[in-house]
C-alpha cells in the first residue's frame, strides 16, 4: 500500500457471522461521540476490519445516517496506517455513532485518531 491510503472491499466488515462474535465476544470502549466494539486474534493473517452504523432513533434521515457513515470511515480510511504497521494479527472494529446532533467532520476525525491511538496501546 505504498502511500496509498484506501478502504478496499476486504476492509469493510460485513460478515454476519465476524459481527455477531463481535458484539457477543469482542471488547469495548467509548470515546465520544463513539462506541467502539473491537476483537483482536493473535496469529490469524494481518487483516484489519472496519465497520460503521449510526443509530435510526437518533436520525430520522437516511441522508443524516449515511453521511456519518461517509465521514467516519473517510477519517478511518486516512489514519488506519499507523495501526496496520504495527498489526500482527486479526483486528475487526465497529464504531457505532452515539450523539444526537450532526458532527462536524474535524470532530469525527479527532475522535478517530484517539480511537486508533488507544487500539495501538492495547494490541502492542
Do not use: C
Not at 4 to 10: M, S
Not at 20 to 25: A, H, P, T, V
Not at 46 to 59: C, D, E, I, M
Not at 110 to 118: L, P
Amino acid at each position: 500500500m505504498a502511500g496509498r491510503a484506501t478502504l478496499g472491499k476486504k476492509e469493510r466488515l460485513k460478515s454476519r457471522k465476524l459481527i455477531g462474535e463481535l458484539f457477543s465476544e469482542g471488547k469495548r470502549m467509548s470515546v465520544p461521540p463513539f462506541r467502539i466494539n473491537y476483537i483482536f486474534k493473535a496469529g490469524a493473517p494481518v487483516k484489519l476490519q472496519a465497520g460503521v452504523t449510526a443509530s435510526t432513533r437518533n436520525f430520522k434521515k437516511a441522508s443524516d445516517r449515511n453521511k456519518i457513515k461517509r465521514q467516519t470511515r473517510e477519517a478511518w480510511r486516512l489514519q488506519k496506517a499507523a495501526l496496520t504497521e504495527i498489526l500482527k494479527g486479526d483486528l475487526a472494529v465497529f464504531f457505532i455513532y452515539t450523539e444526537k446532533e450532526l458532527p462536524v467532520y474535524t470532530d469525527l476525525h479527532t475522535a478517530v485518531g484517539k480511537v486508533i491511538q488507544q487500539l495501538i496501546k492495547k494490541v502492542s
